[in-house]
């Protein structure tokens, strides 16, 4: 395990993922209580729809986001935002960051 | 997340797992950075421009009244100037604005869209303060001199200040406090003059808010 020889057992695993990371840290950029549509999201970032949904489902399992449908088929439109347990999380993931680079 | 498993899921997602530590702060920093710019409702360059705009609008409104002797108003091309330069600018920050919410919802959005319309109405209490002079047979150099350069700002600064305490958005409070100060300062200078400390102080406002907004989003 790579992780274990870099010393990311710290680093929050739901997170520490390039993709997931982007995710997260672009949700929090918003004030709490707005959510971001999903294609909004997929063009900030970048990444295809498929390979969204699986980060977004696993930032989801674990509680970090919430996501909405409103409507069906072509004209439906889904929210994403960042709950207080993903916010304390993000926090968390970059004090591990800054004290294991402080470390380093 | 029920209502996307219908896209297409083929792609794999690919965790990371080699993601160095410092490789992780960097795109952290980057995304963040990214984010705040794609969210600016404000972004420095368009308030360095309306900046611009404004100091040239009021240097002309200045210019066209200077040496009045009695004092008759600004010229018509120069109302024109500044008429097309707030034309411009309200169409630019509408689109950066538009631009800016794409895709947001949530309490935010509704706040701006509420701090927008308190401006508005803020902004009608020039016009009927000048209203209410000519009235009252106030001299031309109040009713088109003094008036209509210090009352907008006294009176959106007072507001734009509240807005920005209520948020602790300093940079907007320091902002407005100058537009207010500049403001009382046209209240004093004559009516010719008005146009000057008015366009100066507009300009210091919007300049030094430019400034310490692109300094804010340099450093996160």
């Known amino acids: 395990m790579k992780q274990a020889s870099t010393g990311t057992d710290s680093l929050d695993p739901v997170i520490h993922a390039p993709a997931r990371l982007r995710i997260v840290a672009t949700l929090a950029a918003l004030p709490d209580g707005d959510t971001l549509s999903f294609t909004r999201l997929q063009d900030i970032l970048d990444l295809t729809p498929g390979n969204l949904i699986t980060h977004l489902r696993k930032l989801e399992d674990a509680g970090y986001l919430t996501s909405e449908t409103i409507g069906n088929g072509r004209a439906s439109r889904t929210s994403i935002a960042l709950t207080h347990q993903g916010r304390v999380a993000l926090d968390a993931y970059t004090g591990a960051l800054r004290a294991l680079l402080g470390g380093l | ?220």
Request: cysteine-free; charged content about 15%; glycine content about 12%.
């Open chain 2, 1 to 220: 997340m029920q209502e996307i498993h219908d896209i297409d899921e083929t792609t794999t997602a690919n965790d990371g797992d080699e993601l160095d530590p410092r490789e992780a702060a960097r795109l952290l920093a980057q995304t963040e950075r990214e984010a705040k710019r794609q969210f600016n409702l404000s972004p420095p360059w368009i308030t360095a421009v309306m900046g611009a705009v404004i100091l040239v609008g009021y240097v002309a409104l200045w210019l066209s009244t200077r040496g009045q002797h009695p004092y008759s108003g600004p010229s018509a091309g120069a109302v024109v100037l500044v008429y097309v330069g707030v034309a411009i600018s309200i169409a630019v920050a509408a689109k950066v604005y538009q631009r800016a919410t794409v895709g947001v919802r949530g309490p935010s959005v509704r706040q701006a869209q509420l701090e927008g319309v308190a401006i508005l109405i803020s902004y009608l209490g020039s016009p009927v303060i000048q209203g209410a002079m000519k009235h009252y047979r106030a001299s031309h150099a109040i009713v088109y001199g003094v008036i209509p350069a210090a009352a907008p700002l006294i009176i959106v600064g007072t507001t734009v200040l509240g807005i920005a305490a209520s948020k602790a958005d300093w940079p907007q409070f320091g902002a407005a406090l100058t537009v207010v100060i500049g403001g009382v300062v046209a209240l004093f200078v004559g009516p010719s003059g008005a146009w000057l400390a008015a366009g100066i102080g507009l300009f210091i406002a919007v300049a030094g808010y430019a400034a310490a907004t692109g300094k804010r989003l340099g450093h996160s």
